[in-house]
Every structure is written in structure tokens, then in C-alpha cells.
């Protein structure tokens, strides 16, 4: 069963929050929260009228997404174990695995602005298209029986900086990780 919904930007400006209603999860809102302090860096928080709540808090530069370099996840108050490999090449070896409630999830990029979401017997696909602020979407296709855990997490990475993931994302890391260490270095000699 392949089913699908679209999410539309929020009215705040400069912020990449989506919201939109789905027939059969209701209403869902993925924004970052103001609440979390500067010890907490930056977060991306879903939620909505039939799916928890979850929360991914990390840090980032400039204020902008959250990073998933330490990043740590919350779903319905309960932590959620987060794994990479910043080192792999492949795509496959790339994504990010969850478990949750002893499920395993993976997160793996398509492209800058498409990601598949999956665990066994389920396939999520969140597609951003569109130019300008106005005609911004989210598109999320389902491919098979979810349930509401699912798609909070699904739709919870929209808000992430998900470049890591990428091989071109992994590279400019890699070396912005080495140049800091670098200079760091430097700087304490």
C-alpha cells in the first residue's frame, strides 16, 4: 500500500519549518523549538495530532539546522540510540541507524533534498521540491504499513542537516573536521 501527503512552509520567516495534514496521521508540524538553551544547541522537534513527539537536539553553525555530529533523539521522552559511520564511503554504509523500542531504523540520502527512511517492510521517501519561499513542499510517500512512530521520525529529518550523509557532505566534513583540529592546534602552540 503506497500512500502519500505533502507538508508546505510554515509562515515564519527564514526558518525551513513545514507543516500539512496527512488522511491518516492528521495534522503535522515539524519546527525548531526556542525553548532549549544554549548548553542545548540547536534542535528539530515533530509533532502532531496522532504521532509523538520527537525531538533531535544537536549543534550547528550559525544557528542554522541541527548537526547529526552528536546529535542525540528523543521520541515520546525516551531516548533513542543513534549510529554512523562518518567514514564510509557507500551510501548504505553512510546511513544513519536508530533503534527504537527495538525496531531498527535507517536513514539514508538520496540526494541534498531527498532522503528514504526505512525499516523492515517499510519504505519512507521525503522529497523537497520548489523555488521561492511560497512554493516550497515537502512531499513524504509511504510505501507499506506505518504507524505513527514511524512518520514522526520520518518527517522529523526535513529539519536536520542531513550533508553528512551525502559523499560530497562526508568530504567537506572530513576536511572542515582536519582543518579545525589544525588550527586549533595552531592556535594553542
Same mark, same amino acid.
Request: hydrophobic share 40%; with cysteine; charged share 25%.
Given at each position: ?23 491518516e ?25 496522532? &504521532? ?6 544537536g549543534f ?27 567514514w ?52 513524504v510517500? &509511504? ?7 514511524d ?26 573536521? &582536519?582543518?579545525?583540529l ?8
Amino acid at each position: 500500500m503506497t500512500t502519500s501527503f505533502e507538508m508546505t512552509r510554515a509562515h515564519t520567516r527564514r526558518t525551513r519549518d513545514w507543516s500539512g495534514t496527512s488522511e491518516e496521521f492528521g495534522a503535522i508540524e515539524v519546527f525548531s523549538p526556542k525553548d532549549l538553551g544554549p548548553k542545548d544547541g540547536t534542535g528539530a522537534k515533530v509533532q502532531g495530532t496522532v &504521532i509523538p513527539t520527537a525531538l533531535l537536539t544537536g549543534f550547528s553553525l550559525f544557528g542554522g539546522d541541527p548537526r547529526l555530529t552528536g546529535a542525540q533523539l528523543w521520541v515520546a521522552d525516551e531516548k533513542v540510540r543513534l549510529r554512523r559511520n562518518p567514514w564510509a564511503v557507500s551510501r548504505e554504509r553512510r546511513a544513519l541507524r536508530l533503534t527504537n523500542e527495538g525496531v531498527d531504523y535507517r536513514c539514508t540520502a538520496v540526494s541534498r533534498k531527498k532522503y528514504a527512511f526505512t525499516r523492515p517492510g517499510l519504505a519512507v521517501t521525503v522529497t523537497e521540491s520548489g523555488f521561492g519561499r511560497k512554493r516550497r513542499r515537502l512531499t513524504v510517500v &509511504i510505501d507499506g504499513p506505518a504507524e505513527p512512530v514511524d512518520i514522526s521520525l520520518a518527517v522529523l529529518f526535513s529539519r536536520v542537516n542531513r550533508s553528512q550523509l551525502t559523499l560530497g557532505g562526508a568530504f567537506r566534513a572530513g576536511f572542515s573536521t &582536519i582543518f579545525n583540529l589544525l588550527a586549533d592546534n595552531a592556535a594553542r602552540s
